[in-house]
Every structure is written in structure tokens, then in C-alpha cells.
């Protein structure tokens, strides 16, 4: 079974504090994703990586950044943390010859 | 561009009743369709996937999904629900060649014992 794990499943920062979230894969999955997951928005793509050192914005990249150094990890760094950006974040990966997506249990971010 | 739209945010059935959650999808190429689930606090599980193979697709626990290119739907069923399947449901859409899926805003099915 493909298995994505996420750093933390609960985290709580202040408003201007840098933000860390990791995401690691053990499928050897080319392609990972990062979205943010919001009541009645559903999940909103925020950057992808179609393989190491690349990636690419998806629809919602405002003060956001990305770091994948290896093919098995993706970082989501959140430069200065603001409320607006409490939200559930949920990591993905896919093999890039196949359609699906598998999650990881996601990281449900307060910012006080 | 590609679009998924879910009707109705909050689905109630009674136990052992059947289950149809709803999901158009809008695309400009043959597209593939996908349903996944979320229990309370965990991440998303696919549940099915149509890839331009069988227009019924099966999914896990007991589910299944029919796509009909006609009216651009492709909605989900179960015949009986169960108060396990109480969970969020969000129907997607995607293309092969750009390999992002669209979701839909989700709908959150109860299930009245």
C-alpha cells in the first residue's frame, strides 16, 4: 500500500511565524501536491512537483512556497503566517503514469 | 477547463436506505472521474475511478458510480447504507496529459439509524 505521512496532524502558530509542513512518500511517486482544504470549498490546489527541485503554482500559491529536494519529500513553508491561513492541509502523491492520487491524513493548521 | 459541480452540501438517509450523491462535471476532453471519501479527521480515500472503461464503475464498500457522458454526471450509489459510510464525499475530475484533479466542494453524508 502506498503510504503518505505528514509531519504533524495538529499545529498551532502565531501570525507572523514561519510554517513548515512535510509530506514524505515511500512509493517512490513522482509527482506530489499540496492543497488546503476548506468547509464548502472542498480542496483547493495550492503547488505541485512533477519530479525533484521542480515545481509549479496551482490555483491558490499566495504566500505560499515549496521545497522538494528529494523525490520522497515535499515541504510547504508558509513565509509569514497569517490567520487566513488556518486550514486543513492535505499532501498527495501519484505515480505520473496514473490518474489517482493518494493522501496523507492532513495537518489541520491554527494561526492565532 | 475543467469543473465539478456536487449537488446538495448535507445528504441524510436512514440506515439500510439507498444512497445517490450527485456530481456533474464539465470538460472540454474525455475525462477521467473519481470519487474519493473522508472520515472525520483523516485524509481522502479514493473510492472509485472511471478512466473511459466501463461507464458502471465499482468501487469499495458496496459502492459504485455511473458515468453518462449525455448528461455529464457520473453520481454515486449504494444500495443500502450503513452508519459506517457516514463520511464526507467529494466527486473530482481530471485529464491524464496535466495530471491536476479538480474537486468538488464536497457533500457530507449522515446516516439516521
Known amino acids: 500500500d502506498v503510504k503518505v505521512t505528514q509531519s504533524s496532524r495538529y499545529l498551532v502558530k502565531r501570525t507572523g511565524e514561519k510554517v513548515f509542513l512535510e509530506c514524505v512518500q515511500d512509493?517512490?511517486?513522482?509527482?506530489m501536491f499540496w492543497y488546503r482544504q476548506d468547509p464548502g470549498l472542498g480542496l483547493r490546489l495550492i503547488y505541485f512537483?512533477?519530479?525533484?527541485?521542480?515545481?509549479e503554482k496551482g490555483d491558490i500559491p499566495e504566500g505560499y512556497s515549496v521545497s522538494r529536494e528529494k523525490k520522497e519529500r515535499f515541504s510547504l513553508i508558509l513565509e509569514s503566517a497569517s490567520t487566513n491561513q488556518t486550514s486543513m492541509y492535505l499532501c498527495?502523491?501519484?505515480?505520473?503514469?496514473?490518474?489517482?492520487?493518494?493522501f496523507g491524513p492532513g495537518t489541520r493548521l491554527t494561526v492565532l | 477547463a475543467q469543473s465539478v459541480t456536487q449537488l446538495g452540501s448535507h445528504v441524510s438517509v436512514s440506515e439500510g436506505a439507498l444512497v445517490l450523491l450527485r456530481c456533474n462535471y464539465s470538460?472540454?476532453?474525455?475525462?477521467?472521474l473519481f470519487w474519493y471519501v473522508q472520515y472525520p479527521n483523516q485524509g481522502l480515500q479514493l473510492l472509485l475511478k472511471y478512466t473511459s472503461a466501463a461507464t458502471l464503475v465499482k468501487g469499495i464498500n458496496g459502492f459504485e458510480a455511473e458515468f453518462k457522458k449525455s448528461e455529464t454526471s457520473f453520481h454515486l450509489t449504494k444500495p443500502s447504507a450503513h452508519m459506517s459510510d457516514a463520511a464526507e464525499y467529494f466527486c473530482a475530475v481530471s485529464d491524464i496529459k496535466r495530471g491536476k484533479i479538480i474537486f468538488g466542494s464536497g457533500t457530507r453524508l449522515s446516516i439516521r439509524p
Open positions: 512537483s512533477y519530479d525533484v527541485k521542480m515545481k
Open positions: 512509493m517512490d511517486h513522482e509527482n
Open positions: 498527495a502523491s501519484r505515480i505520473s503514469d496514473r490518474v489517482e492520487q493518494f
Open positions: 470538460s472540454s476532453v474525455p475525462p477521467y
